[in-house]
Nanobody, 127 residues
Framework: QVQLVESGGGSVQAGGSLRLSCAAS????????MGWFRQYPGVERAFVAAISGSGTSTLYAGSVKGRFTISRDDAKNTVSLQMNTLKPEDTADYYC????????????????????WGQGAAVTVSS
């Protein structure tokens, strides 16, 4: 059983930056592809970014590509999401997810591909 704990959420003005981190425990971290999703009130959780177990492959949602960067540190069992040039529409609850799969593919955009989830971190971007 893998446990995921997000940190780093908060409030920022539009154009600012935040860095989310997700600490994993209970599994062999390098065997898991990791992802970030976000959820607006009353809307299904949506894909933001993913990184392969090796860290060599990444995927991004079109709305964040060029502004957000996903990375992982296997020595610390953490995955991070650096969010730059934030917009009010980035306001959401952000969730870390882990999939016991090494590579990424078209299924990596789907919530059902992931096996474990964190509890979420709130991000608020004011205009």
């Amino acid at each position: 059983q893998v446990q995921l704990v997000e940190s780093g959420g908060g409030s920022v003005q539009a154009g600012g930056s935040l860095r989310l981190s997700c600490a994993a425990s209970g599994g062999t971290f390098r065997l898991y592809a990791m992802g970030w999703f976000r959820q607006y009130p009353g809307v299904e959780r949506a894909f933001v970014a993913a990184i392969s177990g090796s860290g060599t492959s990444t995927l991004y949602a079109g709305s964040v590509k060029g502004r957000f960067t996903i990375s992982r540190d296997d020595a610390k069992n953490t995955v991070s999401l650096q969010m730059n040039t934030l917009k009010p529409e980035d306001t959401a609850d952000y969730y870390c997810a882990a999939a016991l799969r090494l590579g990424l593919g078209s299924d990596s955009y789907s919530k059902s591909w992931y096996d474990y989830w964190g509890q979420g971190a709130a991000v608020t971007v004011s205009s």
